[in-house]
């Protein structure tokens, strides 16, 4: 599946054609939502993708499992890795850079830095879509949309 591309910033008709382009593949591919239509579920999605063009990118995360319930959990699994991940090398940077700038900061400071990273990649930890499918040979896959602030590297 190609998510929309960082590269460019769609304006609004590009981006509905975009949109209606990828949820038809997505239909034949046998995606759904629970919550809502495809349709209207991406068109969101994409908005806040063009809203924080400049900050965002989207990023998708799938398991498969023999019920839909562990499908879920495997895909929510892939995302908590690849956002530790990111935490973790998020937060290194600042250690290091803290100790090499110390210069009297304390420990409050990196507190205050490292707490108020964690809170933007535990704020985009929730998917904003949630797309399920079952597959011809009757396992279910799931499908994660997710935006992820483009400062944090992408674990994948």
């Known amino acids: 599946m190609a998510l929309c591309s960082m590269a460019e ?4 008709k590009e981006l509905k054609k975009k949109c209606k382009s990828e949820c038809k593949q997505l ?3 046998g995606w759904t939502v629970s919550a809502m239509e495809l349709e209207e579920a991406m068109m969101i999605f994409y908005e806040k993708l063009e809203a924080g063009m400049d900050s965002l990118r989207a990023v998708s995360r799938t398991g498969r499992a023999s019920n839909a319930n562990l499908a879920l959990v495997k895909a929510r699994s892939g995302a908590a890795s690849m956002y530790a991940g990111s935490l973790s090398t ?6 290091t850079s803290m100790i090499e700038n110390a210069n009297g900061k304390s420990t409050t400071d990196f507190k205050a830095v490292s707490s108020s990273c964690s809170q933007q990649v535990l704020y985009n930890f929730a998917p904003q879509v949630t797309m399920m499918r079952t597959l011809k040979d009757g396992t279910y896959e ?4 997710y935006l992820a602030p483009l400062s944090l590297d992408d674990a994948e």
């Open 9 to 12: 910033a769609p304006i609004s």
């Open 142 to 145: 799931v499908m994660l949309l």
């Open 90 to 95: 998020k937060l290194g940077s600042l250690v």
């Open 27 to 29: 239909k034949k591919d």
